[in-house]
């Protein structure tokens, strides 16, 4: 086993200490399902879930760039991230068409943030969003507001999380019925989305303290003190603005590229199949945050994933080669560019649905590889990468 960089940065990217710790106590009635459900008990034949993420660390460099250029635009994406991060997980379990209450919490120390500046910016992108959603036919998405905290003795900078509540019926749910041969395909996270107003690097929001702090210039740690900890000081060469020819955007920016509204492309996946009466080929499917590639180990029961991945994409290749993290960590932490996995059965029909949204969406479409039997309790990962073959997630 080699040494993980982002666990020695204090960070449990898979987060397996949470999972062993909680999964004993959470209520959870569809444990194959991506996220957990439980059956609703006034209401038969109806399941509810509730779900709660943010963009972590990816503020901060919302906050560097802010500090660097003035410009307040950098924090709308944050909204972005929070809403796709609840969003994308919960339609990865099917809750794409009934009620959907967003609401936030906001943890921050005025001394160190542009308190109304950001909430500003939030407020702006959360009715943006709203707008959008309905846009592709999420009619019943509302959003209640939610807490703003000032905690200077608790927090450096800012904390920004979102919580969703949805409810949908039983019979639409994802159950993650993974079998033997399914299939197993890709969305890739980073292009342009149809409904996407620039490039997305496809950092989405999970490896951002490895990435801000290796590839960002070392001054900065002195510049910015409240934007770092001990042990976690910058230790890259490139200033805001800097760019690479491997990117189309600057480094700084392609870090806060915001995670892509995924179940927006769900919710048309879905419509897909339900139209050609095919929706029983889908098994499951994974939103690869925490965990990275191996996220899908968390859909099923029994699977051995064995999945071909492309040559890292060209925000995950620069952090890398800054850092010199290994490849096989790179994959555990970071999306390395692919968004989300799909997986179901192996017929033509099902695989020309997936292209179809592909071509309607503009997100590029990768067959990854094939379901196997795993017998030693739970889900294996294997991934064949460009760097070697990993085999032990």
Not at 9 to 34: C, H, M, W
Not at 258 to 286: D, F, V
Request: with cysteine.
């Amino acid at each position: 086993m080699t040494e993980d960089m982002y666990e020695k940065l204090g960070i449990d990217s898979g987060k397996k200490e949470v999972r062993k710790i909680f999964d004993q106590y959470v209520d959870n009635d569809f444990p194959r399902a991506f996220v957990n459900i439980v059956r609703d008990p006034f209401r038969p034949g109806e399941v509810f879930t509730q779900h709660m993420d943010g963009d972590g660390s990816k503020f901060v460099q919302r906050l560097l760039i802010f500090a660097e250029t003035g410009d307040v635009d950098v924090f709308c994406g944050a909204v972005d991230d929070a809403v796709s991060m609840n969003l994308g997980d919960i339609a990865a379990a099917g809750f794409v068409n009934q009620k959907i209450v967003i609401s936030d919490v906001i943890d921050l120390n005025a001394f160190n943030v542009p308190k109304k500046e950001i909430m500003e910016q939030i407020g702006r992108r959360f009715a943006e969003l709203k707008k959008l959603y309905r846009s592709f036919g999420f009619n019943s998405f509302f959003f209640l507001g939610g807490e703003t905290a000032d905690l200077p003795h608790q927090v450096q900078t800012i904390v920004f999380n979102a919580s969703v509540y949805a409810e949908a019926k039983e019979s639409e749910i994802i159950l993650g019925n993974t079998v033997p041969g399914d299939k197993i395909f890709g969305f890739a996270s980073d292009g342009q989305a149809v409904w996407e107003n620039e490039y997305n690097s496809g950092i989405m929001s999970n490896g951002l303290t490895l990435g801000r702090v290796k590839t960002m210039w070392a001054g900065y740690t002195s510049k910015y003190p409240h934007l770092i900890v001990s042990g976690n000081e910058y230790d890259g060469s490139y200033r805001v603005g800097d760019k690479d020819k491997r990117l189309t955007m600057p480094i700084s920016d392609a870090l806060i590229s915001p995670t892509r509204q995924w179940a927006i492309l769900i919710k048309l996946l879905l419509e897909k199949l339900e139209s050609k009466g095919i929706r029983n080929m889908l098994h499951g499917i994974s939103m690869n945050t925490g965990g990275g590639a191996t996220k899908i180990g968390h859909v099923g029961s029994g699977i051995y994933y064995k999945k071909r991945m492309p040559p890292l994409s060209g925000i995950f290749k620069i952090i890398q080669e800054r850092s010199g993290e290994k490849y096989r960590n790179m994959y555990k932490s970071f999306n390395c560019g692919i968004g989300i996995d799909v997986v179901g059965e192996d017929d033509p029909k099902f695989k020309a649905a997936l292209l179809e949204v592909s071509e309607e969406t503009a997100i590029k479409l990768f067959d990854l590889g094939r379901c196997h039997t795993y017998y030693g309790g739970g889900n294996r990962i294997e991934l064949t990468t460009p760097y070697g073959i990993f085999n032990d997630y």
